[in-house]
Nanobody, 128 residues
Framework: QVQLVESGGGLVQAGGSLRLSCAAS????????MGWFRQAPGKEREFVAY????????ALADSVKGRFTISRDNAKNAVSLQMNSLKPEDTAVYYC?????????????????????WGQGTQVTVSS
């Protein structure tokens, strides 16, 4: 079965950095677009970042542009989210998600309902 396992979350001070990783198994990774979403307590889940199946196209939420970077390694079936200059408002559970597509697709998937598979999430807490 498909498994997405996030890691790398934790507690960090404002201005600090974290790198989240998501290891995928049970799917053909190179034909899946990947996304990161987050959900803070009492708030709806929101889109954070997207990367196409080939890795050639990315998108970021306005709130994280200039601070976060998404990347993937198709040889390792992994996607990462580098988070710099973290702010308290970045505190949330971060989820990795996969969407079946084709390798050359660059359609940008930013809605949670567009994704087929989800990880269990990893907590990121940014203290002020």
């Amino acid at each position: 079965q498909v498994q997405l396992v996030e890691s790398g979350g934790g507690l960090v001070q404002a201005g600090g950095s974290l790198r989240l990783s998501c290891a995928a198994s049970g799917l053909t990774f190179s034909t899946h677009a990947m996304g990161w979403f987050r959900q803070a307590p009492g708030k709806e889940r929101e889109f954070v970042a997207y990367i196409s199946a080939s890795g050639g196209s990315t998108a970021l939420a306005d709130s994280v542009k200039g601070r976060f970077t998404i990347s993937r390694d198709n040889a390792k079936n992994a996607v990462s989210l580098q988070m710099n200059s973290l702010k308290p408002e970045d505190t949330a559970v971060y989820y990795c998600a996969a969407r079946n597509t084709y390798y050359s697709s660059t359609y940008t998937y930013t809605r949670g309902e567009e994704y087929n598979y989800w990880g269990q999430g990893t907590q990121v807490t940014v203290s002020s």
